[in-house]
């Protein structure tokens, strides 16, 4: 008899658990809060959850018309600033919300609430034109380029950058300088290879004019690492670098 | 006596206990050095299938099924709602937000810590009752004065009917809630 009361008490302990679900889904269910502009729906799971399968992109779209997203709020009024970062919903590829947007905040030692964005979901002919969403850093290395921001960047991130300086001369242990030693005022358009005491005009004329060579404004032209040999590549199957003699004499 | 009921019963149980905890916590924390916390999302399957396994015993012992031997089971049993539920620890690790999870998981760790009170009182029975039936053969009794005594002793399997009195309801407790997170998830999430 006693146990049969306790298999009722829990039982109706249960039950009332599971009218706690309904009742308080947010709480009971939910992963997370919800971001708070959704606040007016975070009981309505179904608002987003299509049964059975999961979020629906369809469903966002019933409000964040595609057309007005960076534009218009959900209620169609005009955005005071258009957004550039985010009116390029319009040129997606195809219409996944999810593959960025999560709109339960995730546990907090574990995961973003936000997906990272995806350069690949955008229209080829946008992927390439970075400007229509990006502004150009106003620093002087990047306002003196014109070459694509692709040539340093890609698009899973912005940093570190890619440029690889050894294409044209090779940082080495001798040149571990900063930027500034060769790249006057930060002026990357133009560069010096007298910024410091190894190098001075005249005795880099001296030794030119002894080879014949009166044409060495340009020094990367032939020189693209100290420790190879000039117009040739991978200097050290051309014998002994310059370096090396310089060390030897010393 | 006492070190020895603490060496006997009490260590193992806090020991099997014990490493439940911390198994689930190396697990977790690897998952999270290698950044792949993502699998743990997905081990509460295997933990529930594991778990789910595991009440074949439950089904011999009621003749519901009538395929391999108790004992055999009972160690099976064990072994899977133990190894289930430290699948099913970990994959609770990842997720910090549902409460209904969280209760379901509380249960389940009541109920494994049922389990494993129940798996040592019945060790317990039984060497009492092996000592028991020792003593008495050494004293000379007949078969019949033997089977006579012996019944008194295997009241001692008593205390196991009250074990199955709690141990029932909480397993229906961890049921109901492990199956309502199950059907929500079902419900909600998006299986791509």
């Not at chain 1, 001369?169 to 006057?184: I, Y």
């Not at chain 1, 190879?228 to 030897?248: D, N, V």
């Not at chain 2, 020991?15 to 905890?21: N, Q, R, V, Y």
Request: glycine share 6%.
């Amino acid at each position: 008899m006693k146990r049969g009361w306790l298999l009722a008490l829990i039982c109706a302990n249960l039950a009332a658990l599971l009218a706690l679900v309904f009742i308080y889904p947010h709480l009971m269910v939910s992963p997370g809060a919800v971001v708070s502009g959704h606040a007016e729906i975070a009981t309505d799971c179904f608002a987003c959850h299509a049964p059975l399968r999961g979020a629906s992109a369809q469903r966002c779209v019933n409000c964040h018309v595609v057309a007005d997203i960076g534009l218009r709020t959900t209620k169609g009024a005009p955005l005071a600033q258009r957004k550039l970062k985010t009116s390029f919903h319009q040129e997606l590829i195809e219409r996944d919300c999810m593959a960025c947007h999560s709109d339960h905040e995730g546990p907090k030692l574990t995961q973003r609430s936000r997906k990272p964005f995806s350069h690949g979901l955008l229209r080829p002919a946008v992927q390439d034109r970075c400007d229509s969403c990006h502004v150009k850093p106003a620093d002087k290395l990047h306002q003196n380029l014109a070459a694509g921001c692709a040539q340093c960047h890609k698009t899973q991130a912005w940093k570190p950058a890619t440029f690889e300086h050894e294409k044209h001369f090779v940082l080495d242990r001798d040149h571990n300088v900063k930027c500034v030693t060769c790249h006057v005022n930060e002026d990357y358009r133009r560069y010096t290879c007298y910024g410091c005491h190894e190098h001075t005009l005249q005795n880099v004329r001296a030794e030119h004019e002894k080879e014949g060579i009166a044409n060495y404004d340009n020094c990367v032209e032939c020189h693209r690492s100290a420790d190879e040999e000039p117009g040739k590549r991978g200097g050290r199957e051309g014998g002994e670098s310059k370096s090396r003699e310089r060390k030897k004499k010393h | 006596m006492q070190a020895k009921l603490l060496r006997r019963e009490v260590l193992p149980f806090m020991l099997a206990f014990a490493a439940l905890a911390l198994l689930a916590l190396l697990l977790d924390a690897l998952l999270h050095v290698f950044n792949v916390v993502w699998i743990g999302r997905y081990l509460g399957i295997p933990g529930t299938l594991l778990i789910l396994l595991s009440f074949v015993y439950s089904l011999r012992k009621r003749r519901l099924v009538d395929f391999g031997q108790p004992a055999v089971l009972l160690r099976w049993h064990q072994r899977m709602a133990w190894f289930g539920s430290l699948l099913v620890l970990v994959h609770a690790g990842i997720h910090f937000n549902a409460i209904l999870g969280w209760l379901a998981v509380w249960a389940m760790l009541v109920d494994v810590g049922s389990g494993l009170t129940g798996k040592y009182l019945l060790d317990r029975s039984r060497r009492r009752l092996e000592q028991a039936r020792q003593r008495m053969r050494q004293q000379g009794l007949s078969a019949e004065e033997l089977e006579e005594r012996l019944y008194v002793d295997s009241l001692t399997f008593d205390v196991m009917k009250q074990w199955r009195a709690v141990h029932l309801p909480v397993t229906l407790v961890f049921a109901v809630l492990a199956l309502a997170h199950i059907v929500a998830i079902f419900l909600f999430w998006g299986w791509k």
